[in-house]
């Protein structure tokens, strides 16, 4: 029973140091494929971030469809870093992010700005607008790189006045821009 859950829980937290570590996405396979009765959602919330920076986001992809099946259990960084791994493909993000609604999970500031990133990335100004909005209903303040990425993408699909309207909020807020913005 208990001794059980305290040695596949000192095992976890081993495999979340040894990912933290590792230097290749091969190496973050091989650890996963030797520690599988550690897998968690803290270990696969770790690779997958990893496996993203290491431009692998496919596989992180893969990885976490692969343990939801399996009936891993997820969170809200889960679901996040999987956004994340989305790059461009904003509709898969939005998919994942309605799947985190669907599972009565509560999305972050981070959420957002992993779905407003996808949707920036793939040039969807609009759908970066209105995930933009809905964190701001939720009493959410967002921060200096949200706005930047926002204004971005308003000025890529040529809405200038809408740009300088949100430079404007950015500015009225007390946020300081910066070269980016």
Request: aromatic share 8%; with cysteine; glycine share 8%.
């Amino acid at each position: 029973g208990r001794r059980r859950r305290n040695d596949e829980s000192r095992g976890a937290k081993e495999l979340v140091q040894k990912l933290k570590h590792a230097r290749h996405a091969s190496e973050v396979r091989q650890l996963l494929d030797e520690h599988e009765l550690h897998i968690n959602v803290f270990v696969i919330t770790t690779a997958i971030g990893k496996l993203r920076g290491f431009g692998e986001s496919r596989e992180a992809l893969r990885l976490f469809e692969r343990t939801r099946a399996r009936g891993v259990d997820q969170n809200v960084a889960t679901y996040s870093a999987a956004i994340s791994a989305c790059g461009r493909d904003w509709q898969k993000a939005h998919e994942l992010f309605r799947d985190l609604r669907a599972a009565h999970m509560e999305p972050n500031i981070f959420t957002y700005g992993a779905l407003m990133s996808a949707c920036v990335k793939a040039g969807q100004w609009e759908a970066a607008l209105e995930t933009f909005d809905e964190l701001r209903r939720r009493g959410m303040e967002p921060n200096l790189s949200m706005y930047s990425a926002l204004i971005t993408a308003c000025g890529k699909g040529g809405q200038w006045e809408k740009a300088l309207d949100i430079f404007d909020d950015l500015q009225q807020r007390g946020l300081e821009p910066n070269v980016i913005t």
